[in-house]
């Protein structure tokens, strides 16, 4: 798994957290260049540690309470 120095726009843990801020669901995924550059990478072609890395950064922000304020 990678660690807060290595983490970029777009990795699973980036894509987990981004999804909990935002209020929408979770769905596994990445971007390998960057968010919404090249082709998405969904679950089914995820690996173990990758969908682990998503859930990580999903559960850390839903623990943080940093949700987007729709106000």
Do not use: L
């Not at 120095?5 to 894509?15: E, F």
């Not at 929408?24 to 969908?51: A, K, L, S």
């Amino acid at each position: 798994m990678t660690n807060n120095n290595t983490r970029k726009h777009g990795c699973p843990y980036d894509r987990g957290g981004a999804d909990s801020y935002y209020g929408r669901p979770y769905e596994p995924h990445y971007w390998p260049e960057g968010t919404y550059n090249g082709d998405i990478v969904r679950y089914v072609d995820m690996t173990t540690e990758q969908v682990i890395e998503y859930a990580t950064g999903y559960q850390d922000n839903e623990a943080a309470g940093n949700f987007k304020d729709w106000g």
